[in-house]
């Protein structure tokens, strides 16, 4: 029986925005110092973080990036807080048999605080696809309109057009602010135009058995010749708006959402998890129809009597009763998920802190005491509308409660909050508390 070759699937990025602990705050770069870490640190930081840094592993290589000390960290306005960064896997390291592990093992070392995934890439390396087309062919019909994606509508091309020649090195589909976004491209060609090697892919390569030498990069044939395979690879990338992944059922040939799996990072801890979750992507983000006409006959006809088309034009099919253009084989044998994304965020309205900035600059500045009084007034109001917010019912009564019960936690008060509110409920219905 001939040996079935191993998927050639893994992880790109990875990426994750944690908090810091707060027994250890600061974990700045002498902080890894002292933990006993090589730190290598960057002139500047981005335009997130004042902070960045890389860690080195036990041989001297980049092993985990740090971005921290948020420049806006002071402003709840901005999302971020104090022990707020961004942790990241370089790239060698995303090809090791247990990126995730080693990415969480860091975190619970030293106290990080897991929030969300950030980034992370899933991708595929292969030759040809699993319906045996080649994958620049498929491309070059794709280019001239033969066939039609599904999703992911925006898309971009780069390549160069030459009088002699026109070509292409990449296809990129959704944009910058997509949850996910696709990209097809010639692993062999970049590789070779990028100064920069990356021996640990061509590692994958070598032992998925893509190609016969890791170096060279040839294939031996059924008589031993060498061949020089492309190797091609499709990319997904999912950002920090991905929440969950929705279990679908089929029934009766229709999907039927069954239960929620949050988007973390024990999604992603196995070889056999990272190609289930490229099956997934890629049945939703990397799905094609071939282009097909409804009145073509007709319109055919016409053509070949040599008459006009007497207003016959060509109508477009539904895309969904067009064929679809198999490429990858699914197993559809277990439970199937689709990734789902954050609710849109609402803009935060700052026009009531603006009006509360300038009244306390207003009241400052003021040497008229009624109007230093009637701002304190507006401020106090402001306040209490804030409370009431709190307040499930919005009442007087329950507002009393919270201010008592705050007033109670301010001075050390050992019980907690729900203690001192359900107490101080039972004195305010009897009027003792007066």
């Known amino acids: ?45 981005t335009r997130q973080y ?29 999302g971020y807080v104090p022990e707020s960064c961004n942790l990241r896997l370089v790239n060698r ?32 390396d292969f030759v040809k696809f699993d ?14 309109r033969q066939y039609r994606k599904v999703n992911q509508a925006k898309l971009s091309l780069v390549g160069d057009d030459t009088w002699a020649d026109f070509s292409w090195q990449s296809l990129k589909w959704g944009n910058e602010k997509s949850m996910v976004s696709t990209k097809m491209y010639d692993k062999t060609l970049e590789i070779k135009a990028n100064k920069t090697d990356k021996p640990y892919i061509k590692y ?88 097909e006409y409804k ?18 034009t060509l109508e477009v099919k539904r895309k969904y009763d067009c064929p679809e253009k198999v490429l990858f084989k699914y197993n559809f044998n277990r439970e199937f998920h689709q990734l789902d994304q954050l609710p849109k965020e609402t803009k935060k309205n700052n026009e009531e802190a603006i009006l509360r900035r300038r009244l306390i600059h207003y009241q400052e500045h003021h040497m008229d005491p009624k109007i230093r009084t009637a701002c304190q007034t507006i401020l106090d109001n402001l306040t209490r509308d804030e409370w009431l917010g709190l307040c499930e019912h919005r009442s007087q009564f329950e507002y009393e409660i919270l201010q008592r019960a705050l007033a109670r936690k301010l001075a050390g008060d050992d019980g907690s909050v729900c203690e001192i509110i359900q107490e101080l409920r039972e004195l305010l219905k009897d009027g003792a508390i007066f």
């Open 1 to 45: 029986m001939a040996k079935v070759p191993k998927r050639c699937v893994n992880l790109d990025w990875l990426e994750v925005y944690c908090l810091e602990d707060s027994q250890r705050y600061p974990c700045d770069a002498d902080y890894f110092r002292r933990q006993g870490y090589f730190v290598r640190e960057r002139d500047y930081g």
């Open 50 to 78: 004042a902070q960045a840094f890389t860690i080195e592993d036990e041989h001297g290589d980049p092993w985990i990036e740090v971005r921290r000390a948020p420049k806006s960290g002071d402003t709840d306005y901005s």
């Open 93 to 124: 390291y995303c090809y090791a048999n247990d990126p995730i592990q080693q990415l969480t093992n860091f975190m619970l070392l030293h106290g990080y605080i897991f929030k969300k995934i950030f980034r992370i890439d899933i991708c595929y």
């Open 131 to 144: 319906s045996g087309d080649d994958p620049e062919k498929f491309a070059r019909r794709y280019i001239a």
């Open 204 to 291: 994958a390569w070598w032992e998925c058995g893509l190609v016969d030498h890791p170096i060279e990069l040839y294939k031996l044939d059924d008589k031993g010749k060498k061949t020089y395979p492309h190797v091609w690879r499709v990319e997904f990338c999912m950002k920090s708006k991905a929440r969950n992944w929705i279990v679908i059922e089929w029934q009766g040939g229709k999907k039927v959402k069954k239960k929620r799996l949050p988007h973390y990072l024990s999604m992603f801890d196995s070889k056999d998890k990272l190609w289930q979750r490229f099956e997934e992507l890629a049945f939703h983000y990397f799905s094609f129809r071939k282009k």
């Open 295 to 312: 009145n073509v006959e007709a319109f055919m006809t016409q053509a070949t009597k040599g008459e006009k088309a007497n207003g016959i």
